[in-house]
């Protein structure tokens, strides 16, 4: 069965980095893009960007352009999520999630639905 | 950027009655490229529905969506205990994908 298991918890102080990792199971890994989307306490979706694990081509909306990276390894089909010079703005649940459609021009303008989740990641940013 | 916005914010309803959600995008969402998701307290969101009127694999007939251009519905006949809960739209139809700010389905 498909499965997305996600890196601990963590805790960063301001201006500082971290990377959470994405772990695929149950499907080709090179198949299906993966997207990183967040959740503040309380509040509702953000989609922070897509990445292709055949080649590792990535896209991030403006918001996060300069202060998202997104890589894979295949070796290991793991996708790992690194954001850099923290805010207290950015304490939330980091979930990755699979694109469900395999196949399609990743440079298109349209994605697909998100039909298979990680349990999400906690990342507090406090001083 | 697309923004979508949800309504009711919460909607009081007991189990056994329909509950219908709204979700009007600012601009056309290309191709009826408009899913549903659930949230469950401490869960991940699950997907419930694709291409605006299309259920996810597992989803009860109980789920039906509705809707194109700027204006979306998702309709539960009759609620169940468990589906209670928070419910997002999303457009993936363009780039950035962006969500509804969510419709809360609580007991009343």
């Known amino acids: 069965q498909v499965q997305l298991m996600q890196s601990g918890a963590e805790v960063r102080k301001p201006g500082a980095s971290v990377r959470v990792s994405c772990k695929a199971s149950?499907?080709?890994?090179?198949?299906?893009?993966i997207h990183w989307v967040r959740q503040a306490p309380g509040q509702g979706l953000e989609w922070m960007g897509i990445?292709?694990?055949?080649?590792?081509?990535?896209k991030y909306p403006q918001k996060f352009q300069g202060r998202v990276t997104m890589t894979r390894d295949t070796s290991t089909l793991t996708v790992y999520m690194e954001l850099n010079s923290l805010r207290n703005e950015d304490t939330a649940v980091y979930y990755c999630?699979?694109?469900?459609?395999?196949?399609?021009?990743?440079?298109?303008?349209?994605?697909?639905?998100?039909?298979?989740w990680g349990q999400g990641t906690l990342v507090t940013v406090s001083s | 950027e697309i923004v979508l916005t949800q309504s009711p914010g919460t909607l009081s309803l007991s189990p056994g009655e329909r509950a219908t959600l709204s979700c009007r995008a600012s601009q056309t969402v290309t191709s009826s490229y408009l899913a549903w998701y659930q949230q469950k307290p401490g869960q991940a969101p699950t997907l419930l529905m694709y291409g605006a009127s299309t259920r996810a694999t597992g989803i009860p007939d109980r789920f039906s969506g509705s809707g194109s251009g700027t204006v979306f519905t998702l309709t539960i006949s009759r609620l169940e205990p468990e589906d209670f809960a928070v419910y997002y739209c999303?457009?993936?139809?363009?780039?950035?994908?962006?969500f509804g700010g969510g419709t809360k389905v609580e007991i009343k």
């Open positions: 999303q457009q993936y139809g363009s780039s950035p994908l962006t």
């Open positions: 149950g499907y080709i890994f090179t198949r299906h893009y």
């Open positions: 999630a699979r694109d469900s459609d395999p196949g399609y021009d990743f440079w298109s303008d349209s994605h697909s639905s998100l039909d298979y």
């Open positions: 990445i292709n694990p055949t080649d590792n081509s990535t």
